[in-house]
């Protein structure tokens, strides 16, 4: 069974358009990430949320919004998409929030905007 | 502002050669540090946690150190295998509870 998944796992859309990618976790946690991993690898997390509620937004422009339409669920829907956007998207849930336990990534969206 | 560094950003090796993967990083009040695998195209799977209170763990050939005063962790390889090609990140999460990621180590193993 797939512990943390992201629909779709590729995602290439032209500049300006609006797309969506969903997360689901079957792992009964509590809080829930998103992070983008750019060209050069580096991971930095974008979102956190914690019992549907947010928690964490790092500095993200407003053109990314969340959504937690349940604890199992989190999705990262983003406007008028720009070139800066490409970049690899990773969902990860841990069991609760302030928990120092390790967090479970899923596979990855890997976004291309052209 | 945590900084985390990981040296080398590369490296290859012949199958069987023991390995050490550096991880530093600049404030030592940490919660934890982790220890990631990423294969191409897929997510990451966390390897080994070690808590601030702890020194060391392992799980089969892998051996993860942690000196918080220095700021520093290592992650050891024994055996390498062609099967441990990947890349390695070191994590640590401080009090804000958000885990700052290094650029990770590309790990190749040769047959």
């Known amino acids: 069974d797939t512990a943390v998944s992201q629909t779709p796992k590729y995602l290439v859309t032209q500049m300006g358009n609006d797309k969506s990618i969903k997360c689901e976790q079957n792992?009964?946690?509590?809080?829930m990430y998103w992070y983008k991993q750019d060209s050069k690898k580096f991971l930095k997390i974008m979102f956190s949320?914690?019992?549907?509620?947010?928690?964490i937004n790092e500095t993200v422009p407003n053109r990314f919004s969340p959504k937690s339409p349940d604890k199992a669920h989190l999705n990262l829907h983003i406007n008028s998409l720009e070139l800066g956007d490409s970049a690899v998207y990773f969902c990860?849930?841990?069991?609760?929030?302030?928990?120092?336990?390790?967090?479970?990534f899923g596979p990855g969206t890997r976004l291309t905007v052209l | 502002k945590q900084e985390v560094t990981q040296i080398p950003a590369a490296l290859s090796v012949p199958e069987g050669e023991n390995l050490v993967l550096n991880c530093s990083f600049t404030?030592?009040?940490?919660?934890?540090l982790q220890w990631f695998r990423q294969d191409p195209g897929k997510g990451l799977t966390s390897l080994l946690l070690?808590?601030?209170?702890?020194r060391e763990q392992t799980s089969g050939r892998l051996n993860a150190s942690l000196d918080k005063s220095s700021g520093r962790s290592t992650l050891y390889i024994a055996a390498s295998q062609p099967g441990d090609s990947a890349t390695y990140l070191c994590?640590?999460?401080?009090?804000?509870?958000?885990?700052?990621f290094g650029r990770g180590t590309s790990l190749i193993v040769h047959p």
């Open positions: 404030d030592s009040a940490i919660y934890n």
């Open positions: 994590a640590v999460t401080g009090g804000s509870y958000i885990p700052t």
């Open positions: 949320y914690n019992n549907k509620e947010l928690i």
């Open positions: 070690i808590q601030s209170s702890q």
């Open positions: 990860a849930s841990s069991q609760e929030w302030g928990s120092t336990d390790t967090q479970y």
């Open positions: 792992l009964g946690h509590d809080t």
